[in-house]
C-alpha cells in the first residue's frame, strides 16, 4: 500500500541529489573515510554555508548521515539509496551485456560466411 | 577458456541520463547494414537474442518487422524460466534507426518506448538504445524486476551511475 509511491518518490529524491557535480563529489570523498563539514568544505573552495546546504540535499536523500558529536558532526555516506539506483542500471547491464556480446560473436560469424559465400543478404 | 573477452566488449555502457531513461550504447565490429539484418530479422535474432549462455534458448521468436507490426520474443533459462518480452515497432528506417514499444509479459503496464540507432564510427557500427518508460512508477516496477532476477549487484558500479547522470544524453565518449 503505498509503498510503491514511496520507492519512486525516494528514487527521485537520490536521482535528483546526485544531478550535481558537488554533491557526487561530495559522496565521493565520504566513500573514502568519514569526515566534518570543514574538511569537506576543503577541496571545493566553497563557503561552509554552501556546502551545508549541499550536505542537507543529501541527507534528505538519505546519502549521508550526520553524527551525534554537537561539535563535528561528522558526515558518513549511506549506500543504501544509491544500492537502488544500481539496481536499476544493473539489470540492464547484466542482460544486455551478454546479449551484445552474443550479437558481436554473431555478426563475425555472418561476416565469415559472407566471406566464404560471396554476400547474399538481403533476400528476403 | 575462462573468462573470453569479446571484440569490443569494452565499448558497452550503460548510463542513466535521468530517472526514467536508461542509455546504452556499444560498437560491433561489422557494417551497419549486417548490424541492422542481424538485430530484425527473425531468423538472425534467435540465434543471439536469448542465447545468454548453455541452457538459453529462444522458443518463441515472432517478428512482424513492418510500422504497426508486432512482435513477441520469449527466452527460455537452463531451468526453464521462461521471460516471454513482446511489443509494436513504430518507426523502421533502415539501416539506422528502429523504434519500438517493449512489454515485458508479468508486467504489461511497464512498457517501455526504446529507440534504437546504429550510426558508422571508424568503420564499425554503434549501436545506441534508449528505452524511456513512462513515469517513475513503472521504472521500479522494472527495478523490482531487476531484483526478482537477482542480478549481481556490486557497490562498483556506482561510479557508472554517478557517471550517467552528468553525462550528456548524446555523445558517450568515443574509444
Not at chain 2, 558508422?120 to 554503434?126: D, V
Not at chain 2, 528505452?131 to 527495478?143: F, G, I, K, T
Request: overall charge positive.
Amino acid at each position: 500500500m503505498g509503498s510503491q509511491q514511496t520507492t519512486a518518490d525516494r528514487l527521485s529524491a537520490t536521482f535528483a541529489a546526485l544531478a550535481d557535480p558537488t554533491r557526487r563529489a561530495i559522496l565521493a570523498r565520504l566513500a573514502a573515510s568519514e569526515c566534518s563539514v570543514t574538511e569537506l568544505a576543503q577541496p571545493f573552495a566553497m563557503s561552509m554555508p554552501a556546502v551545508s546546504k549541499h550536505l542537507r540535499v543529501l541527507e534528505r536523500a538519505g546519502l549521508i548521515a550526520r553524527g551525534r558529536d554537537a561539535q563535528r558532526r561528522p558526515c558518513r555516506l549511506k549506500a543504501a539509496p544509491l544500492k537502488a539506483v544500481a539496481e536499476w542500471t544493473e539489470r540492464f547491464r547484466a542482460i544486455w551485456e551478454p546479449r551484445l556480446d552474443r550479437l558481436e560473436i554473431y555478426l563475425q560469424e555472418l561476416k565469415a560466411k559472407e566471406a566464404k559465400h560471396g554476400r547474399k543478404q538481403g533476400s528476403k | 577458456m575462462a573468462a573470453s573477452k569479446v571484440a569490443n566488449s569494452d565499448t558497452f555502457k550503460v548510463t542513466t541520463p535521468s530517472a526514467r531513461v536508461i542509455h546504452m550504447t556499444r560498437l560491433f565490429d561489422a557494417p551497419r547494414e549486417l548490424v541492422f539484418e542481424a538485430m530484425n530479422r527473425p531468423e538472425h535474432v534467435r540465434r543471439w537474442w536469448g542465447n545468454l549462455g548453455d541452457g538459453y534458448s529462444v522458443p518463441v521468436c515472432e517478428v512482424d518487422f513492418r510500422v504497426g507490426g508486432a512482435w513477441r520474443m520469449v527466452n527460455q533459462t537452463a531451468d526453464g524460466h521462461m521471460a516471454p518480452f513482446r511489443g509494436v515497432y513504430r518507426e523502421i528506417d533502415p539501416p539506422g534507426r528502429v523504434v519500438y514499444i517493449e512489454i515485458f509479459e508479468p508486467f504489461p503496464d511497464a512498457e517501455s518506448l526504446v529507440t534504437a540507432l546504429l550510426t558508422e564510427e571508424g568503420g564499425k557500427t554503434r549501436l545506441t538504445l534508449t528505452a524511456e518508460y513512462p513515469s517513475e512508477a513503472v521504472r521500479d516496477m522494472v527495478l523490482k524486476t531487476g531484483m526478482e532476477t537477482g542480478a549481481a549487484l556490486s557497490y562498483d558500479h556506482l561510479e557508472t551511475v554517478a557517471a550517467g547522470l552528468k553525462a550528456a544524453p548524446r555523445a558517450p565518449s568515443p574509444r
